[in-house]
């Protein structure tokens, strides 16, 4: 069983830059996809980003996409979330999961281990 660990929250102010890790921790995250979601108060899990295995293909959500950067290290075992131009509707808790399959994947019905993910806060 994969059990992803997220790391690199905190508060940041709007415009500023934040980079989140997931790494991996029992079984490894190799040949599978790993995506980032996020979530706020009474809110859906919104996709974010994905990554697939071995890393030549990469999905973001178009509120993120220029703005975040999804990358992996599989001699880490870890895959990373580079955030730049933070905007206050940024904020929100930030979930990495480990996907069924090696490819990438935006629901997060295709996603079978999760994270208890770190919190983001963007001040305006």
């Known amino acids: 069983q994969v059990q992803p660990v997220e790391s690199g929250g905190g508060l940041v102010q709007a415009g500023g830059s934040l980079r989140l890790s997931c790494s991996a921790s029992g079984r490894t995250f190799r040949v599978r996809a790993v995506g980032w979601f996020r979530q706020t108060p009474g809110k859906e899990r919104e996709f974010v980003a994905s990554?697939?295995?071995?890393?030549?293909?990469?999905a973001y959500a178009d509120s993120v996409r220029g703005r975040f950067t999804v990358s992996r290290d599989d001699a880490k075992d870890t895959v990373f979330l580079q955030m730049n131009s933070l905007k206050p509707e940024d904020t929100a808790v930030y979930c990495c999961?480990?996907?069924?399959?090696?490819?990438?994947?935006?629901?997060?019905?295709?996603?079978?281990?999760w994270g208890q993910g770190t919190q983001v806060t963007v001040s305006s």
């Open positions: 999961a480990a996907a069924k399959t090696h490819m990438v994947r935006s629901s997060t019905t295709d996603y079978e281990y």
């Open positions: 990554i697939n295995w071995p890393g030549d293909n990469i």
